[in-house]
C-alpha cells in the first residue's frame, strides 16, 4: 500500500460515479445540528430527522448517522463491515452509526449481489471515496465559515477543528457543505490510522435475531396477501399430465388452485392451509428420461476414461515427463450431489399490479432476478421494486431467482399479493444441487520430483470456471494438463459455497499427501518445495500469491503444532486459495469406534485487510464447519429421478456435539481485502481425510468420508 492514500478523479467523473454509484451527492441534505462526542443517544431512533447525505449517508439533526449497507446479506457480515468502511472514512464513531439494508437500487449502487465472496473487494475503493468525499465537503464547508485554508482544519470523530483551535459538529457547517464544489481529490486513511477498521463490532442485527424481531424474509408480511405452497414433478424428468383439486379447494381457508407449467399453487389465508390443500391435489406425471446416480457414476468415469474433454490449461510437454517418469501415481477422487440445505426454506413476496411489480424476499441476485421477473411477465425492469430481506443461509442457492419467478407468476395470475413458501421436503427435492464430480488425478515422479501433473475433471452438466485452472499447482510444476468434460443432465445444479473448489481441494490436497508418502516427504515440506518453483508475476494467468500461501501454510503448521500430536490424536495438513483468499488448515482427529471424531482445526487466513475481526473469524469457522460436514456427511443420490433425501430426517449434516474447535490465524496485512464467505471451506475435506489417512492407514478417494470409512477395513495405528 503506498505511504499517501490518495484518490484523485474529476469532478464530472464522480458526479457520474455518484450517479451510478452513490446517487447523487448532497441531494435533498437540509440540516444537522451536531455531531460532537457530547451528543446524547436518542430515546428512540426511529423517531430521529435523518436527511439525505448521498446514496449511502444520512444524518439525524443530533449527530447520529445512517449508513446503507448496499449488498444482500446473506450472514457473511457485510450489512455491518460495508458500513464500517464508509463509517472509517467519514470519521464518525461507529457507536453514532445506524445501518440500514438498501434496497435495489441500480441509479446508486452498482454491484449488489452476494456471491463469490467478492462483496468487500469489488467495494472497498467505492465505500472508502463515498466517506472520505463527505468529510473533505465537511471540512472544506468549516475552512471557509472561518475564512482559513482547508489544510488548517481536521476532523476526527465527528469533529471539526481549526489549527488555532476552533471546533464545529457536522451538522454546524452542513448547510455550506451543500454549496460547495465536490473535491477532485481525497485524501483516504493509512491502516494505522484505522479506529473502526480492524476492531470488532457487534453484529448490527444481532438484536433482532437473538430476539425473534422480523428481519428475514419468512418474516415479511402485507395486508391482505395470500401465502401459496406449489406443487413440483416429484420427480426430474417428469411433466404434468392432469390434475383434480377438488379435494384440495375442500380445505378450509384455501381461496385458489392455480397451475402454472407443470406445477400447481395453492393459495391460502395461511401456510397451514397453503401446504394442507397441496397435500390433497391429485396429479398424473409422465416420466421422460428419469436418472440415476449409478447411471450418472458410469457415464462420468467413461468420460475420465475417454478422450473427450476441454484442455483448460497445459503447460511445457506433459507426455514426455510421464513417458520418462520413474513412477506414476494416478487416483480418482468422487463426490456426489449436495443441496443447498438453507435453513430459511425459499420464499418471496410478489404484487404484481398493472403499475407496478413488488417484491420483498431474500434474493442474492436482486438485480439479475428484477430483470428475469420483468422478462417474465413482459413488463420492464423499471417497473420493479425489490426490497432485500436479511437471509436465513444462502451457500449459492439464492443465486437463483426460480423462486422469485414462481412467486411473480402466481400473483400475476391470481391477481393478489401472495407469499411462496417452500417446504424443507420443496427446498431439498425440487432445488438446485452442486453437481455430481469425479477427479482423476496422475503425477509423473523422476528422481524424488514431481515432473508432470494431469488432471481431468467430469462433473454433471458444467465444470471448473475459468479462473481455476490456473490455480495451484499451476506454475509449480513444469509439465501440466488440467482438462474437463461434463455430461447433460436435467437434474438442475448450479454454484454451491466456493463452486468447484469445494471438491477440486479435497481431490488436490489428498493427492499431494499421497504424493509426499510416495516420496518419503513431510506433507507440509512438499507444498513449500513446489511453492519455491513458481516464478512470481512470470506468469499473469497464475492467480493466487506462492509467497503470501507460503507464509499461510507456515503459520497454520506453527500455530497447530505440526509435527507434533497427543497420543491418540493424528493430525492431517491443506492449503487451498479460493476467492482470492489463501488458507491453510490442520484438523487433528481421533478415532473413535472406526469413526473419526475431528477435535479441532487450525487455519491460518491471508484475506488482505480483516474489516471486521470479529465477523472475518465467524466466516472462516464456519466455513471450516460446513466443509467438515458436508466431507464426513453429506450424501445425496437419486433414483429414477428422485432424491434419496428431502429432509433431514434422512439427510445427514454434521450436530452440534460433532464439531471441532476452530482457531484462526490472520496474517496482518495492508493489502485491500479479498473473499472471506467461502475460502475457509475447501481445504477443510482435505485436512480431515489427510488426518483419517494417518489415523487409520487407508486413503478415502469419495465422499462422504464416514460413507466409505464404514466399507472399507481401518487399522488405527499408534
Not at 504424493?515 to 511453492?531: M, T
Not at 488426518?691 to 468420508?705: D, E, F, H, S, V
Amino acid at each position: 500500500m503506498k505511504k499517501e492514500q490518495k484518490m484523485t478523479f474529476s469532478r464530472r467523473g464522480f458526479i457520474r460515479t455518484s450517479a451510478l454509484a452513490s446517487g447523487g451527492l448532497l441531494i435533498g441534505f437540509n440540516f444537522l445540528t451536531a455531531c460532537k462526542e457530547d451528543v446524547q443517544p436518542p430515546v428512540d431512533i426511529a423517531n430521529l430527522n435523518f436527511n439525505d447525505f448521498n446514496a449511502y449517508i444520512q444524518i439525524a439533526d443530533n449527530g447520529y448517522v445512517t449508513i446503507f449497507s448496499p449488498n444482500p446479506e446473506i450472514g457473511q457480515g457485510v450489512k455491518t463491515s460495508m458500513p464500517m468502511i464508509v463509517a472509517e472514512e467519514l470519521d464518525v464513531p461507529w457507536e453514532h452509526v445506524y445501518v440500514k439494508q438498501a434496497g435495489l437500487d441500480t441509479d446508486k449502487y452498482r454491484g449488489q449481489v452476494a456471491g463469490g465472496s467478492q462483496s468487500i473487494r469489488q467495494n472497498w475503493d467505492v465505500l472508502r471515496q463515498t466517506g472520505a468525499t463527505a468529510k473533505q465537503m465537511l471540512i472544506n464547508a468549516a475552512a471557509a465559515k472561518w475564512q482559513i485554508d482547508a489544510a488548517d482544519v481536521t476532523a476526527s470523530a465527528g469533529v471539526i477543528t481549526s489549527k488555532t483551535g476552533e471546533t464545529l459538529g457536522y451538522g454546524d457547517v452542513v448547510k455550506e457543505a451543500a454549496t460547495l464544489e465536490v473535491p477532485e481529490e481525497v485524501t483516504l486513511k493509512e491502516p494505522k490510522d484505522f479506529k473502526i477498521i480492524g476492531n470488532d463490532a457487534v453484529n448490527v442485527d444481532l438484536d433482532k435475531i437473538v430476539t425473534g424481531k422480523p428481519l428475514f424474509g419468512l418474516d415479511y408480511k402485507k395486508e391482505g396477501m395470500l401465502y401459496a405452497s406449489v406443487m413440483r414433478p416429484p420427480a426430474f424428468g417428469q411433466t404434468l399430465v392432469e390434475f383434480d383439486d377438488t379435494d384440495s379447494r375442500a380445505v378450509s381457508g384455501v381461496s385458489d388452485v392455480i397451475q402454472f407449467g407443470d406445477k400447481i399453487a395453492v393459495l391460502a389465508k395461511n401456510t397451514w392451509s397453503a401446504m394442507k390443500g397441496k397435500k390433497a391435489l391429485k396429479a398424473n406425471w409422465q416420466d421422460n428420461n428419469l436418472e440415476s446416480t449409478e447411471k450418472h457414476d458410469a457415464l462420468l468415469i467413461g468420460l475420465l476414461d475417454s478422450k473427450e474433454g476441454e484442455v483448460r490449461r497445459e503447460d511445457g510437454d506433459v507426455n514426455t515427463a510421464f513417458a520418462e517418469a520413474d513412477q506414476v501415481l494416478e487416483r480418482t477422487y468422487e463426490s456426489p450431489f449436495l443441496p443447498h440445505n438453507c435453513m430459511e426454506p425459499m420464499n418471496f413476496y410478489a404484487d404484481v399490479t398493472a403499475e407496478r411489480i413488488h417484491l420483498a424476499g431474500p434474493i442474492q441476485t436482486p438485480e439479475g432476478t428484477a430483470a428475469q421477473v420483468a422478462k417474465l411477465l413482459d413488463r420492464t425492469p423499471e417497473e420493479v421494486d425489490l426490497e432485500l430481506t436479511r437471509m436465513g443461509g444462502g451457500f449459492g442457492r439464492r443465486l437463483y431467482g426460480d423462486f422469485v419467478l414462481e412467486a411473480a407468476e402466481i400473483s400475476s395470475k391470481a391477481g393478489k399479493p401472495i407469499k411462496l413458501v417452500y417446504s424443507r421436503e420443496d427446498d431439498m427435492s425440487a432445488g438446485i444441487f452442486r453437481p455430481a464430480i469425479k477427479y482423476r488425478i496422475s503425477a509423473s515422479l523422476k528422481d524424488g520430483k514431481i515432473t508432470g501433473y494431469k488432471l481431468k475433471e467430469a462433473a454433471i452438466n458444467s465444470n471448473m470456471y475459468g479462473l481455476i485452472p490456473h490455480f495451484f499447482p499451476a506454475g509449480a510444476i513444469p509439465n501440466l494438463k488440467i482438462e474437463s468434460a461434463n455430461y447433460s443432465s436435467n437434474i438442475t445444479t448450479g454454484a454451491w459455497r466456493a463452486p468447484y473448489t469445494n471438491f477440486l481441494a479435497f481431490a488436490e490436497q489428498s493427492f499431494f499427501d499421497e504424493v509426499a508418502e510416495v516420496l518419503d516427504h513431510d506433507p507440509v515440506q512438499l507444498r513449500l518445495d513446489l511453492l519455491d518453483q513458481v516464478n512470481e508475476g512470470a506468469d499473469e494467468r497464475i492467480q493466487y500469491s506462492a509467497s503470501r500461501m507460503k507464509e499461510v501454510i507456515k503459520l497454520a503448521a506453527k500455530e497447530g503444532d505440526w509435527g507434533n500430536a497427543p497420543e491418540g490424536v493424528f493430525k492431517g495438513f491443506s492449503a487451498y486459495y479460493s476467492h482470492n483468499t489463501h488458507v491453510a488448515e490442520v484438523a487433528e482427529i481421533r478415532m473413535q469406534n472406526g469413526i473419526p471424531k475431528v477435535e479441532r482445526v487450525t487455519a491460518a487466513v491471508d484475506c488482505g485487510i480483516v474489516v471486521n475481526p470479529t465477523g472475518a473469524n465467524n466466516q472462516v469457522v464456519g466455513g471450516v464447519l460446513d466443509g467438515i460436514g458436508h466431507a464426513m456427511y453429506g450424501d445425496f443420490t437419486f433414483t429414477d429421478g428422485k432424491p434419496s433425501s428431502t429432509n433431514f430426517d434422512t439427510y445427514r449434516l454434521i450436530r452440534m456435539h460433532e464439531t471441532p474447535k476452530v482457531a484462526v490465524h490472520f496474517v496482518k496485512s495492508e493489502i485491500a481485502p479479498t473473499g472471506l464467505g467461502e475460502p475457509g471451506l475447501p481445504p477443510a475435506g482435505g485436512a480431515v481425510a489427510n488426518a483419517i489417512k494417518a489415523a487409520t492407514g487407508n486413503r478415502i478417494l469419495k465422499q462422504p468420508l464416514t460413507k466409505y470409512m464404514t466399507e472399507t477395513e481401518t487399522t488405527v495405528k499408534g
